[in-house]
């Protein structure tokens, strides 16, 4: 049986005997969530990639594909995915990728994964194939749920296709390793947060600065002779913590943001920051249109989105 005909055929049976499914792909980001129920469906048989346009920036590809496939094929023609996902395991695949929704280092630089999706389709509760975006650039039919699956971990439905935009990799490459403390490294930010400079990547680790430049080679040789920078993107952080998420959670939500947390011994802590009553609520609803029966990743994201809970 075609790969798509027995993930239907699983979708229906579950649905039909209402038997939640726990979806994985290679199980490599098994560890980031909460523990989802149900019986094991195995989206790794779904692989391939489908349509690969170089001059388009556009590839499209089944969601069990495997993720260094993936990259290795858009390396051969000097691209790349933007944002630099981890994979975590040697069988990363590409749906996983999207339903985690994690960026790697270039993320400030360039965009989160999200960014980077024009299209998916994906399998309802009803074994339905939905399809949403497209394999443009551009998108003016209304809002995008293709973002939306996104970082949802699964509980919307089975991702089985997705269309990504890709990047062409940079002329020149250069890292630089300079000792300097938090002090300097902070009052060296104010100073050229406003610079053009090539950044895509940065850290700051034990009284040194980790820079990574990218770009044309001259921009790349002028900033590595003059940066002095510390890391200022914005968009994520990482706290290397015991055991104290609520203060980390309630000094993050003061200035806006939220903390999840990514990797932990003890599993009592929640992983991600509880919703706003109106936020939980709303993220109900879609919960319930995209899986009224609730039967994809039960206790995956947030166990009290759970349609039964």
């Known amino acids: 049986m075609e790969s798509l005909a027995w993930l239907k055929q699983r979708v229906l049976d579950a649905a039909q005997h209402q038997i939640p499914l726990r979806l994985r792909g290679s199980g490599s980001k098994d560890f980031y969530g909460e523990m ?15 349509r690969y346009e170089p001059t388009e920036l556009v590839v499209t590809a089944k969601a069990g594909t495997p993720l260094a496939l993936l990259e290795q094929t858009l390396a ?15 069988k990363a695949t590409v749906g996983g ?11 400030a630089a360039s965009g989160a994964v999200r960014d980077f999706v024009l299209g998916m389709s994906l399998l309802d509760s009803k074994a339905e ?30 991702i089985v296709e997705v269309s990504l935009k890709v990047w062409p990799m ?9 000792a300097m403390d938090a002090a300097n490294a902070i009052e060296h930010l104010n100073r050229w947060a406003a610079e053009p400079w090539p ?7 034990d009284g040194h600065l980790i820079l990574r430049l990218e770009g044309a080679q001259a921009a790349v040789s002028e900033a590595a002779n003059r940066w002095t920078v510390i890391e200022w993107g914005g968009a994520l952080r990482w706290v290397l913590c015991s055991n104290d998420d609520a203060s980390i959670r309630e000094q993050v939500r003061a200035i806006g943001g939220h903390a999840s947390l990514f990797r932990s011994l003890d599993k009592r802590h929640p992983v991600f920051t509880p919703l706003a009553p109106a936020m ?13 029966l609730g039967i994809f990743n039960p206790g995956r994201l947030m166990p009290s989105l759970d349609v039964n809970a």
């Open 36 to 50: 989802a129920r149900g019986d094991l469906l195995d989206v790794s048989v779904h692989q391939g990639i489908l």
């Open 76 to 90: 051969e023609c000097r691209q790349m995915l933007a944002f630099e996902p981890p994979h975590f395991g040697a």
């Open 97 to 107: 990728m999207v339903a985690a929704g994690l960026s790697g280092p270039r993320r």
């Open 129 to 158: 194939l939905l399809r949403f975006g497209g394999e443009v650039m551009k998108n003016v039919a209304g809002y995008d749920l293709s973002r939306l699956n996104v970082g949802a971990l699964g509980t919307l439905g089975l």
């Open 170 to 178: 940079p002329a020149a490459s250069e890292t630089l390793w300079i």
């Open 199 to 205: 950044l895509s990547a940065s850290a700051w680790v």
């Open 280 to 292: 939980m609520a709303l993220q109900r609803r879609i919960k319930r249109e995209f899986d009224p």
